[in-house]
């Protein structure tokens, strides 16, 4: 019997990659417009150089990249940089389509709904607000909440806590199979493999289920406690 849904954030609620692009892209030309005098391409590449090292939620990507480039940081190309990240993203910032109906839907079944994301808190949050999906979920573990990052199995044994179930009892959806799909069947949870979020090209995911739409899930849950 299933009781409860858990979610990844990106990639699954939201296209976070996409969103992550056009912010890049925006404050690349920002700040060359402010003077940094190097190529769109160079730039890229130095962002994408540090986001490999500190991971893509680093917060300081910008001044980082204008502290290698000038020995200091220059404030009038940061605020730009900034700026325009900030607004480019808030205009990509949107949840894959059917997310808000389906999210709907598994609430009127009664079932507890969560999230699971390697995000720091605040930006998780962030993004959840925005989005106007704070209010639909139970329980949000982070990155924070645990010091652990999927697949190890300290956040699922964490949102499973918060939302009192059992594994059984817990679908994880998720888009990347190494991290969600492996973490989560590793306490025993049923998995849902979000093909429309993965960025890899995945053939196997290993899940119980895949979905190519996440409103597919409302037919996986009937057909779980039917079954």
Do not use: C
Request: proline share 3%.
């Amino acid at each position: 019997m299933i009781k409860a849904v858990v979610f990844d954030l990106d990639n699954t609620l939201v296209d976070f990659m996409l969103m992550k692009r056009q912010a890049v892209d925006a404050a690349i030309h920002a700040m060359r417009d402010a003077g940094l005098n190097l190529s769109v391409e160079e730039i890229k590449k130095r962002i994408d150089d540090i986001y490999e090292v500190k991971g893509m939620e680093f917060q300081t990507v910008f001044d980082e990249l204008l502290y290698n480039e000038f020995s200091k940081i220059d404030y009038k190309i940061l605020s730009a940089g900034v700026l325009a990240y900030r607004r480019a993203r808030e205009a990509a910032l949107v949840p894959y389509p059917h997310v808000y109906l389906t999210l709907m839907e598994l609430m009127k079944m009664h079932l507890k709904l969560a999230v699971v994301s390697d995000a720091p808190s605040k930006e998780a949050w962030l993004r959840l607000t925005y989005l106007n999906l704070h209010h639909m979920f139970d329980v949000v573990v982070t990155f924070d909440d645990t010091g652990e990052r999927k697949p190890s199995p300290g956040p699922f044994k964490k949102v499973l806590e918060r939302l009192n179930v059992q594994p059984k009892e817990a679908l994880m959806v998720g888009d990347w199979a190494e991290r969600d799909v492996v973490g989560a069947a590793q306490v025993g949870m049923k998995t849902v493999f979000a093909r429309y979020g993965d960025t890899f090209g995945t053939q196997v995911s290993l899940a119980d289920y895949d979905v190519d739409d996440i409103a597919q899930l409302i037919e996986i849950v009937k057909k779980e406690n039917d079954s």
